[in-house]
């Protein structure tokens, strides 16, 4: 597919065969849809094939071929382009007469000889792909440019044939016509090209060779190597210094630095040794290991990357749905305004008036540009998405990338977001001295041993010691943990709650101990504060984006986190329907972000505007979330408000110019100010200038 005509001819086609969701993507020649039950497969090739595209597919190898074989005479537009200019240059030297005498070539036998090869490689692609659109009823632009160029070629036959001379040879515009839009063609194939090259990066990524570790008949290990997309789960590899890792994997023997900016955009290097695991794609900048594979190469987490990224270019945001809408209509109203050109031009014209109403309607005909209207949106987003997949932001789809443009307030979870959600022991106390500081590190120890909480297992870490055999234990959701011993006394260790009626003061500490109802020590634990937190909300205060705390910890230790950072507004001890609650009205007043972990807060995240997940690059399917900043990345909430807002500027450009060339282009073109052979190298340059303003967001500065 080469632009947004064919991906909609393509989608027409395979709605009409009853499937569903159908979504087609022309940046990457990728369609995906849902069969239903009784359509064949083989049907739906054969269909896509009688519409001029190659269905290609993959195999059980990895490796991809063509379900039907044709033979052409040539396989891209560059290939056409130069054999079409070697006819095409001597046909046009009678335009540079009278400084080169080239009387010879004014012989019509000789310009038809010259114009007819070029012709029939022109049909041979334009004449076919708009009549199989005619009639699949989606026609496209080379139906206009089929009709321009035929009708530049029927006229000048029929001068020749007729002998009516050489005021009725236009030859040179058909072949013009046709070499010109193939040079547009595959200079928009080139630059469009572009657009996908962070993504072609991450591909290429996932294509490496592995050392596979075996063992022979003496149990000795033997090594050879092989492509990983042959790795399955639990084979062994082996990785050694400057190698690409071939799959996701756990490190069983060794140590190293490994580079994961290819997932990340983080280049600094992390330590890795035993139990840890490695990222596919990552590189090992030193060390040696051992590893066992965990996901095969289409499971893994670089191929999530990937397929995320690919589904978010065949979203369309509501910026496309104009466009799109436009474009359907595109071809039949040029060729309306063409017929209409030419109509008013032979009544208006004195001398020569069908000849030049024939020009000036051709030239109509092939200076429209649909493809420019259907390009503007997905070349932005895919250079948009390429860029933030780099740089370890993951759009789960279009739309929230677009969303991002308005977003005037961000809300943060606190623990694990703003905090690193590594705790540690900030303060306790026995109450009352009822037993001593020892004893009480080991009953609360051996309580929150059995915890998941994270706070419990911050205790665990710092307090572990030897532990009382409990004669039952057991931990209840929302409150804590309780156990009974063995002479029959019970112990809780957990929030506030836990502490029923009994008046215990504030209630601002996170642990409370009790002994048969009675309060006998409470534990504080605080969660270090990210380095890089600060800095983010001041990002935003200089953008007049408000920041907003939202916690299900106590006020009072929201509220000083709050001050500390310098966060416009706070709420604290929130559950996660009251969090789900404050986000609905806080969407209600303006668009809102919301950054979370992406499973507590789950709620808010799909409630919000854009849903933000902070994700380690393990869990980079998180469900709940629009966006996924990976390896805990809040640093690159900046960069991902940016991209969202450059992305969507870089669109407006694309479809200001769009409109505005066709807008400008066909009245200058019915008016008689442009000659075909002009137009039609227009034509062609001006999907090219879309792709090039696109290719910017590359190295543009969006934060």
């Not at 849902?34 to 049907?43: A, D, F, H, L, M």
């Not at 282009?665 to 442009?674: D, E, S, Y």
Request: glycine content about 6%; hydrophobic content about 45%; some cysteine.
């Amino acid at each position: 597919m080469t632009c947004v005509n064919c991906a909609h001819t393509v989608t027409k086609f395979l709605e009409n065969q009853g499937n569903k969701e159908v979504k087609a993507n022309f940046l990457t020649g990728e369609v995906s849809f849902e069969i239903p039950p009784g359509v064949s497969e083989e049907k739906l090739s054969e269909g896509i094939n009688a519409l001029g595209y190659h269905v290609v597919e993959e195999n059980g190898n990895g490796q991809t071929f063509q379900k039907k074989k044709t033979t052409r005479w040539f396989t891209n537009h560059k290939q056409r382009f130069l054999f079409c200019l070697v006819f095409t240059l001597p046909l046009m030297l009678h335009m540079v007469h009278p400084w080169i005498e080239v009387h010879w070539i004014m012989n019509p036998w000789v310009q038809l000889a010259l114009c007819m090869p070029v012709y029939v490689v022109g049909m041979d692609f334009f004449g076919r792909s708009a009549i199989k659109s005619i009639l699949n009823r989606q026609p496209n632009m080379n139906v206009l440019i089929a009709i321009g160029a035929t009708a530049a070629f029927l006229y000048s036959l029929t001068g020749a044939l007729l002998q009516l001379g050489e005021d009725y040879l236009f030859f040179e515009t058909a072949a013009a016509i046709i070499t010109l839009v193939f040079l547009g063609n595959y200079l928009e194939d080139s630059t469009i090209q572009a657009t996908q090259r962070e993504l072609n990066k991450l591909v290429k990524a996932q294509k490496v060779t592995a050392n596979m570790i075996a063992f022979d008949e003496n149990h000795q290990e033997i090594i050879f190597q092989v492509d990983n997309k042959d790795l399955r789960v639990g084979d062994l590899i082996l990785i050694k210094t400057g190698e690409q890792v071939p799959a996701d994997c756990k490190i069983l023997w060794g140590e190293a630095m490994a580079n994961e900016a290819i997932i990340t955009g983080e280049s600094t290097p992390v330590s890795k040794s035993k139990k840890d695991n490695l990222i596919g794609g990552s590189i090992l900048d030193s060390g040696t290991v051992k590893a066992q594979v965990t996901a095969d190469v289409h499971h893994s987490v670089l191929a999530n990357i990937i397929n995320l990224v690919k589904q978010a270019q065949t979203e369309k945001p509501p910026a496309q749905q104009l466009a799109d809408k436009i474009s359907a209509v595109f071809v039949p109203i040029v060729l309306v305004i063409a017929l209409i050109t030419f109509i008013l031009n032979y009544i208006l014209l004195k001398d020569e008036a069908f000849l030049k109403a024939l020009m000036r309607m051709i030239a109509v005909l092939v200076i429209a540009c649909p493809c420019a209207m259907g390009l503007a949106t997905p070349a932005a987003i895919a250079v948009g998405l390429g860029r933030a997949a780099r740089k370890g932001i993951l759009f789960r789809n279009a739309k929230s990338l677009e969303s991002f443009k308005n977003i005037r307030r961000v809300v943060f979870d606190k623990t694990g977001t703003l905090t690193t959600g590594v705790f540690k022991i900030s303060g306790f106390e026995v109450v009352n001295g009822r037993v001593s500081v020892e004893e009480f590190k080991k009953i609360v120890y051996s309580l929150e041993k059995y915890s998941n909480h994270p706070l419990a297992k911050a205790i665990a870490r710092e307090w572990k010691t030897s532990d009382i055999k409990w004669k039952k234990i057991e931990e209840i959701k929302g409150l804590g943990m309780v156990a009974t011993d063995q002479e029959g006394n019970e112990y809780k260790a957990g929030s506030w709650k836990i502490l029923g009626e009994q008046p215990a003061g504030e209630k601002s500490h996170n642990i409370y101990v009790t002994c048969n109802g009675q309060l006998f020590g409470w534990i504080d634990v605080e969660d270090e504060i990210r380095e890089e937190a600060a800095q983010i909300i001041q990002y935003l205060k200089s953008k007049n984006i408000e920041s907003v705390l939202l916690s299900g910890d106590t006020v009072q230790k929201t509220q000083i986190l709050a001050e500390k950072l310098g966060i416009d507004r706070f709420y604290g001890q929130k559950s996660p329907e009251e969090k789900l609650s404050i986000i609905a009205d806080l969407n209600a007043e303006t668009p809102t972000a919301m950054v979370g972990d992406g499973i507590n807060d789950a709620p808010a995240l799909a409630k919000a505007t854009v849903g933000i997940s902070l994700s380690e690059a393990s869990q980079v399917a998180v469900q709940t979330a629009d966006v996924v900043l990976m390896n805990s990345g809040l640093k690159k909430l900046p960069e991902a408000l940016g991209l969202g807002k450059h992305t969507f500027l870089t669109v407006k450009q694309n479809l200001f110019w769009a409109f505005f060339y066709n807008i400008f282009a066909i009245p200058v073109a019915a008016f008689g100010f442009l000659v075909p052979a002009f137009a039609a190298l227009v034509m062609g340059l001006s999907d090219v200038v879309l792709a090039i303003n696109s290719v910017r967001l590359f190295v543009k500065k969006v934060t």
